[in-house]
């Protein structure tokens, strides 16, 4: 997971143009206080357990590489704070200018390392689209860090916009956030109410999609794994559970509402008590995000439980682990990269704008993706 302090910049530079020549010419800077040297791919390659090729093929956007993959290339070349030199022969893009995503994990409960994927995908739709309009995208990496902290390192930075992760970010921290006079951009929250610039998943659409099938196979009691942790979407999701399951005139059971912490080992941890406690466990079960619903269903299996036999259980996010695990899990799927290259595209506009603009927010749509994790058969379980 990426976790530089403040002051520690990765630039990802013109994948097309600067960095392809950086990169095979070896000519490339590292900034490490504890190594004079500059590191080099052979070092990210290295550290990240790949080959330099890999590497190559990853700060270029290029090729056929896993999630998994280029998530742990892009953390190693956070954390041994690789900067590729600026050119020192004029390219075709010339040398634009500084955009910057913040990358805030604030308290940690979903920006961490199971969703290293997730960001790196973020990450790849603003770089690519950053490239095209002839931006040079900084990412700094803050980890239980007080906002105020994080405003003051945009002080007087010399960027023409920012990038917000808002996954874990409160109304408040965004006013605060929106409030340092550069152009600005939330992604991975939403709020209805604030005059900031938003580009999010549609919560409640996809909520939709997952009850809808659970109806369609025959499944009436649906329940909802939440969890605790403080995340405006996990709220949004937990939202749209309710109001979609009236659209679809379906009852809900407050008992079949469970909550659990964020994280596999908390979720995993936290269904076993309630499993303990005698639960009497619903048809189906729709969890907030992928890693809740991987400890959910092993802490089931533990128990005897058979997925899907049992009890069918629908996700959130598409991990790749989703479709590898047993059962593969029936998951929702909504293009990071897209929501990255809106963000790039709609803060471009801001900055160019002559006038103050109107705040714009933007919901992006999903996909059911599916798989083995839901069964008309558990509609029949209680016989």
Known sequence: MFSAKPDNIFIVQSLKHKILRLLLSHNCLAVHMKKKKPYTIRDIAQTAGVSPATVSLVLNGKGEISGETRARVLEAVSRMNYIPRASRTPTVTGSGETIRFLKIAKHGGTVNRDHNIFVADYIDGMSSEATRRNYTLEVVSFESQPISS???????????????????????????????????????????????????????????????????????????????????????????????????????????????????????????????????????????????????????????????????????DNLPQSATMEPALTTVDVSKRKIGNLAVTLLDDLIKANDAQPPVKILVGANLISRTSHSVRSAHKKT
């Open 150 to 316: 994080i405003a003051q390192s945009l002080a007087g930075a010399s960027i023409k916009g920012v990038i917000a992760l808002g996954t874990e970010l409160s109304a408040e921290d965004i006013h605060m956030i929106q409030g340092l006079g550069f152009p600005t951009i939330f992604i991975d929250t939403f709020h209805d109410v604030i005059d900031a610039n938003f580009v999010d998943m549609n919560n409640e659409d996809a909520v939709y999609k997952v009850l809808s099938l659970f109806k369609q196979i025959g499944l009436s009691r649906i329940g909802f794994v939440a969890s605790h942790t403080q995340t405006t979407n996990f709220q949004l999701r937990r939202d749209a559970f309710l109001k979609n399951m009236q659209r679809l005139q379906m009852p809900v059971r407050e008992t079949d509402i469970l909550s659990v912490e964020s994280t596999y080992e908390g979720a995993h941890r936290d269904t076993c008590a309630l499993l303990n406690t005698g639960l009497d466990l619903a048809e189906a079960y729709f969890c907030t995000n992928d890693i809740i619903a991987y400890g959910f269903i092993n802490a089931l299996k533990t128990k005897g439980i058979n997925i899907p036999d049992d009890v069918s259980v629908i996700g959130f």
